[in-house]
């Protein structure tokens, strides 16, 4: 098991910068898969990027080249670097560890792009 604690959202004009963070309760260098997930009212929680034990990265079309999934295995940290922010990025953003089939879950953290 692990849990899970974001941080890092707030409220950012367009065209601006937010970096989340994603601390882990347990080492993550042996977990396969982890990643950034979001959700807005009345839609389904969506990919956002993941990253592998060997960070191997993979992105969603909408935010290619312009967000960054990192992790630091000492620190037991996954960041979320978010570049030339849009409004319809505006969601919450989930942190998520896949072990084995299980799947686990941060609280969320909210993230508002608006001028």
């Known amino acids: 098991q692990v849990q899970l604690v974001e941080s890092g959202g707030g409220l950012v004009q367009p065209g601006g910068s937010l970096r989340l963070s994603c601390a882990a309760s347990?080492?993550?260098?042996?977990?396969?898969?982890m990643g950034w997930y979001r959700q807005t009212p009345g839609k389904q929680r969506e990919l956002v990027a993941l990253i592998t034990n060997r960070s191997r990265t993979n992105y969603a079309d909408p935010v290619k080249g312009r967000f960054t999934i990192s992790k630091d295995n000492a620190k037991n940290t996954v960041y979320l670097q978010m570049d030339s922010l849009k409004p319809e990025d505006t969601a919450v953003y989930y942190c998520?560890?896949?072990?084995?089939?299980?799947?686990?879950w941060g609280q969320g953290t909210q993230v508002t792009v608006s001028s």
């Open positions: 998520n560890a896949a072990i084995g089939i299980e799947m686990y």
């Open positions: 347990r080492s993550i260098f042996s977990l396969y898969l």
